[in-house]
């Protein structure tokens, strides 16, 4: 019964003081002694020192950690704040008051905004070094993505998140910049391959594989490296068919040698237009798909083996054609040869075989360039030599038109004479200069030469000067032939005065007859004088086609048929004036 009511009362509220008195009954109902209830006492009060020893430990711990606790938040919050470039916390005041739970409780919220901030912030570091890592590969060509950048979470301020953006934007532009050079040098290697005939995927991807059209734009790599290949294939293509076109053009020139030496139809010809298109473009000009492909070149070269075979076998009629080309050039320039001799000895050197064809069309062309630079030589004095004949030629004309009693009639065409006479008479004074020029001019280019001036086989400047003794000559008998006409006309009067001083007494002065010597005079002088020029001087060479000659100053016979005409023209002018004057 002492038990349960014992644990009763233990159950009731339960003190310090309750507690001992429980104790002290327990003591009594035992029987302890005072001795063993003092050291029992004094244990129960050792053992509460302990337990509160303990309890104000475990409190003094408890702070100590949230002291801790407060000082790490700060210190966190501090390292926060300078990662993230940020000078205070607006949500935190700096100098915060209360307990110490009071204190965490409310640095908590401002720790806890400012790692989502970091967290964030850290994210936008690692994207931005990520691209920029990526491009710095791209342009190095070593990238390698499993490799992640380390980002540096000391350093998550805004500035530098802006030079990294900063820099990011440089690579991005130089990114652009080398794609678009990349892109530029495809472009290139295409055209190039087109015009060349080459396989242009095979070609691209050799440099990389990424190059390929069927890899997107941003895909395709643009490395130093790629850059660099390009370029040095870009070199090669351009060198490649800068000798391509050199070695066409050549063919092509051959082969138009080869045409025009063996006349070959134009039709054959426009077989090869492909290549001879191009025979004076430039490097840049040749833009046409295979223009300059192996196969074509192969072809033009077969076709001038071909045609150097056949032009072996064309020899002789290939050298007389040069033979011709040169006789034309010899003629046009008024040099004698002999070309049945050229001839000749065409036909021994190619019977005898002594001589390659090459060589002997290559001497022949030779010939041909000298002459041509003979006829250069000779151009300007055969000019004058071509205006001096053609002054000669109407100085003889004119002659022939001033012996036309009908001149003067108003038939048809009369007016174009005139006018043309009118001309020649300012051509025929400007002769006596003309010939003084060339006969200067041809002095000077034996002087310069060492050699004569032949002119179709006669030296010019004899025919100069014969041609100028002759004109001398004729002006001489023009103006002898000018007295005895002062002289008969002299005579004419003096006999006339005689004669119409004495009247016949047969006949009466002032009948019809009575004028008869006169008209006899008049008749059987002048008019027998102009006969007798005409018979004499007045003649013309015809030519078989019953035409009058031009005059040629080219040999003595010819200028004494000039100085006959002249003489002929002097006689008819004087035979003409005795008949004007006449009453």
């Excluded at 179709?456 to 400047?461: A, K, N, T």
């Excluded at 005079?521 to 009058?548: E, F, I, Y």
Aim: charged fraction near 30%; hydrophobic fraction near 35%.
């Amino acid at each position: 019964m002492a038990v349960e009511d014992t644990k009763n009362s233990l159950q009731g509220e339960t003190t310090c003081g309750t507690l001992l008195q429980k104790l002290q009954e327990i003591w009594d109902e035992v029987g302890e002694s005072d001795e063993d209830r003092d050291k029992m006492l004094l244990q129960i009060d050792q053992e509460c020192l302990d337990v509160y020893k303990r309890k104000v430990e475990q409190a003094d711990k408890s702070r100590a950690k949230l002291l801790q606790s407060l000082s790490d938040a700060k210190h966190e919050l501090s390292n926060l704040l300078s990662a993230l470039g940020e000078k205070s916390f607006s949500e935190f005041p700096e100098s915060a008051s209360g307990t110490i739970k009071e204190q965490l409780a409310a640095i908590a919220p401002a720790l806890e905004q400012l790692w989502k901030q970091k967290e964030k912030r850290v994210k936008e570091f690692f994207d931005v070094q990520s691209e920029i890592q990526k491009i710095c590969g791209e342009i190095t060509g070593s990238l390698n993505i499993s490799e992640n950048p380390v980002v540096d979470e000391s350093q998550l301020s805004v500035e530098k998140l802006d030079e990294y953006h900063c820099q990011l934007q440089e690579l991005q532009k130089e990114k652009s910049e080398r794609l678009h050079k990349v892109l530029e040098f495809v472009s290139t290697v295409h055209d190039l391959c087109a015009v060349l005939g080459i396989d242009f995927f095979g070609t691209v991807t050799e440099v990389h594989p990424s190059l390929n059209d069927a890899t997107g734009v941003q895909s395709k790599s643009i490395s130093n490296d790629t850059l660099s290949k390009l370029a040095k294939m870009v070199l090669a293509l351009k060198e490649d068919k800068k000798q391509r076109l050199h070695k066409l053009q050549e063919l092509a020139t051959q082969l138009i040698d080869l045409w025009n030496l063996m006349d070959t139809p134009s039709e054959e010809r426009s077989l090869f237009d492909h290549v001879t298109c191009n025979i004076s473009a430039s490097v840049d000009e040749v833009t046409v798909p295979g223009a300059l492909a192996l196969d074509l070149i192969e072809q033009a070269e077969v076709e001038v083996e071909r045609l150097d075979q056949l032009k072996a076998s064309r020899m002789k009629e290939i050298a007389f054609k040069k033979q011709s080309e040169l006789e034309e050039i010899f003629a046009h320039a008024h040099i004698e040869i002999v070309p049945e001799a050229a001839r000749e000895k065409i036909m021994t050197l190619i019977d005898s075989g002594n001589v390659e064809p090459s060589e002997l069309l290559d001497d022949m062309d030779n010939k041909i360039v000298k002459a041509k630079e003979e006829v250069l030589s000779r151009k300007e004095i055969l000019d004058k030599v071509e205006k001096w004949m053609l002054a000669c030629e109407e100085e003889s004309w004119l002659e022939d038109y001033n012996r036309d009693d009908n001149r003067y009639n108003a038939s048809r065409g009369a007016h174009l004479n005139l006018k043309r006479a009118e001309k020649a008479r300012i051509l025929v004074n400007k002769i006596p200069a003309l010939v003084d020029t060339l006969i200067a001019k041809t002095r000077a280019w034996e002087e310069d030469r060492g050699i004569s001036f032949i002119y179709d086989g006669v030296p010019l400047l004899a025919m100069l000067d014969e041609y100028t003794m002759l004109r001398h000559e004729r002006e001489e008998e023009k103006r002898r032939f000018r007295d005895h006409k002062k002289f008969h006309e002299q005579q004419s009067t003096d006999q006339e005065s005689i004669t119409n001083s004495r009247p016949s007494p047969a006949r009466p002065i002032g009948t019809k007859k009575a004028a008869g010597p006169r008209a006899n005079g008049a008749v059987n002088g002048t008019p027998s004088s102009r006969r007798l020029s005409l018979n004499q001087n007045g003649s013309r060479s015809m030519n078989k086609d019953g035409k009058r000659d031009g005059m040629r100053p080219m040999t003595p016979v010819k200028y004494d048929a000039i100085s006959k005409e002249d003489s002929g023209s002097g006689s008819h002018v004087s035979g003409t004036e005795p008949v004007s004057s006449s009453p």
